[in-house]
């Protein structure tokens, strides 16, 4: 799969929800309205367009959300999935909140799932329930150890919120160094309206990291996941620190990624509107192909993303809605 610029595209993130069972503040409204039954994808849907992106050379499938643990028969997709592996698909891997990884561990790594990105922003308790609204730190840490113990590799995901988070970054690089888990830092993206101005807590990672090159050197080393994280290894630490950087660096012209959403669209670029709606080509069994062909064919050179004092969003949906 080539996109209008030249761009391999190897890689599908795969929302299976828009639903989540935390608020986090940079992420969602308070009281968000999410998709009807009716207008999701089912999990024989998901698979079956999957299955067709494999068979044009998607390599890596990320399952994504909301939080993908939430949707119910994440288990026969996940299962559906792996059984892909070694038949056109290099890896399957997931991103969680971790709020239900406990109970699901197990299944992922039955599946096929040998790594998982987990989205945690803070270890201290009270931080972390004032980010998520409604999560609880315990919760989400037993989830983080339910994984290790079943063999999954951790990635610990750490948006940089100023005020909220800037004191978390060594203890959060300590904790992922004494458990062998790598880390990487995101700057917030202007996707969808919150409740707080954005631009109250962004911060280019380049200052987020600040405290850390103080103390320790940083250099950058040849790991690629095939996100868009460039890594660095930090003296003193066995953790490869990641740094993604939408805004501050923009990594577009390296982009291999497609999103498929729960409603069954494909959005050219996370933050641009212009999308093709396969949902409704399939359930009236018309030709697929040339609508991922389209959509190849207008994916743009870059993003829009910008944060500026009081701005709207760059794009109205939320993250939850096209997939992490």
Same mark, same amino acid.
């Given at each position: 799969m080539i996109d209008g610029l030249g761009r391999r595209i190897d890689y599908l993130r795969l929302s299976v929800t828009d639903r989540c069972d935390l608020r986090c503040r940079y992420c969602m409204a308070e009281d968000m309205n999410f998709l009807p039954r009716s207008a999701v994808l089912s999990i024989e849907?998901?698979?079956?367009? /999957?299955?067709?992106?494999?068979?044009?050379?998607?390599? #890596?499938?990320? !399952?994504?959300?909301?939080? $993908?643990?939430?949707r119910r028969g994440i288990d026969v997709l996940a299962m559906?999935?792996? /059984?892909?592996?070694?038949? *056109?698909?290099d890896e399957l891997t997931l991103t969680t909140n971790a709020m239900r990884l406990a109970e699901h561990? $197990?299944? !992922?790594? /039955? /599946?096929?799932?040998r790594r998982i990105n987990v989205s945690l922003d803070t270890l201290d308790s009270e931080a972390f329930r004032h980010i998520t609204r409604v999560g609880d730190l315990a919760v989400a840490l037993r989830g983080v150890e339910a994984a290790r113990e079943a063999g999954l590799a951790v990635k610990i995901n750490m948006v940089a919120l100023a005020g909220l988070n800037e004191d978390q970054l060594l203890p959060m690089l300590d904790y992922c160094g004494t458990r062998g888990f790598d880390l990487t830092l995101i700057e917030t993206m $202007? !996707? *969808?309206? &919150?409740? %707080? %101005? #954005?631009? %109250?807590?962004? &911060?280019p990672l380049h200052q987020f990291i600040a405290?850390?090159? =103080?103390?320790r050197a940083i250099f950058p080393i040849d790991k690629r996941t095939g996100g868009p994280a460039r890594y660095f290894a930090v003296e003193g630490s066995s953790v490869a620190l990641g740094l993604i950087t939408p805004l501050s660096d923009n990594f577009c012209a390296t982009c291999n990624r497609i999103r498929l959403t729960v409603e069954g669209r494909i959005y050219m670029c996370l933050g641009q509107d212009d999308h093709v709606d396969l949902r409704t080509r399939l359930r009236e069994g018309g030709d697929? %192909?040339?609508l991922i062909d389209a959509a190849l064919a207008g994916k743009p050179r870059a993003h829009d993303f910008h944060i500026e004092r009081k701005s709207r $969003?760059?794009? =109205? #949906?939320?993250?939850? =809605?096209? *997939?992490?």
């Amino acid at each position: 799969m080539i996109d209008g610029l030249g761009r391999r595209i190897d890689y599908l993130r795969l929302s299976v929800t828009d639903r989540c069972d935390l608020r986090c503040r940079y992420c969602m409204a308070e009281d968000m309205n999410f998709l009807p039954r009716s207008a999701v994808l089912s999990i024989e849907e998901m698979s079956e367009l /999957a299955t067709r992106f494999v068979a044009r050379g998607i390599r #890596r499938i990320r !399952l994504t959300g909301g939080e $993908p643990l939430v949707r119910r028969g994440i288990d026969v997709l996940a299962m559906r999935l792996g /059984a892909l592996i070694g038949h *056109g698909l290099d890896e399957l891997t997931l991103t969680t909140n971790a709020m239900r990884l406990a109970e699901h561990a $197990p299944m !992922l790594a /039955a /599946a096929g799932v040998r790594r998982i990105n987990v989205s945690l922003d803070t270890l201290d308790s009270e931080a972390f329930r004032h980010i998520t609204r409604v999560g609880d730190l315990a919760v989400a840490l037993r989830g983080v150890e339910a994984a290790r113990e079943a063999g999954l590799a951790v990635k610990i995901n750490m948006v940089a919120l100023a005020g909220l988070n800037e004191d978390q970054l060594l203890p959060m690089l300590d904790y992922c160094g004494t458990r062998g888990f790598d880390l990487t830092l995101i700057e917030t993206m $202007p !996707l *969808g309206e &919150i409740a %707080d %101005d #954005r631009s %109250d807590h962004y &911060i280019p990672l380049h200052q987020f990291i600040a405290p850390l090159r =103080a103390e320790r050197a940083i250099f950058p080393i040849d790991k690629r996941t095939g996100g868009p994280a460039r890594y660095f290894a930090v003296e003193g630490s066995s953790v490869a620190l990641g740094l993604i950087t939408p805004l501050s660096d923009n990594f577009c012209a390296t982009c291999n990624r497609i999103r498929l959403t729960v409603e069954g669209r494909i959005y050219m670029c996370l933050g641009q509107d212009d999308h093709v709606d396969l949902r409704t080509r399939l359930r009236e069994g018309g030709d697929v %192909d040339g609508l991922i062909d389209a959509a190849l064919a207008g994916k743009p050179r870059a993003h829009d993303f910008h944060i500026e004092r009081k701005s709207r $969003p760059s794009v =109205a #949906r939320h993250m939850s =809605a096209t *997939g992490g």
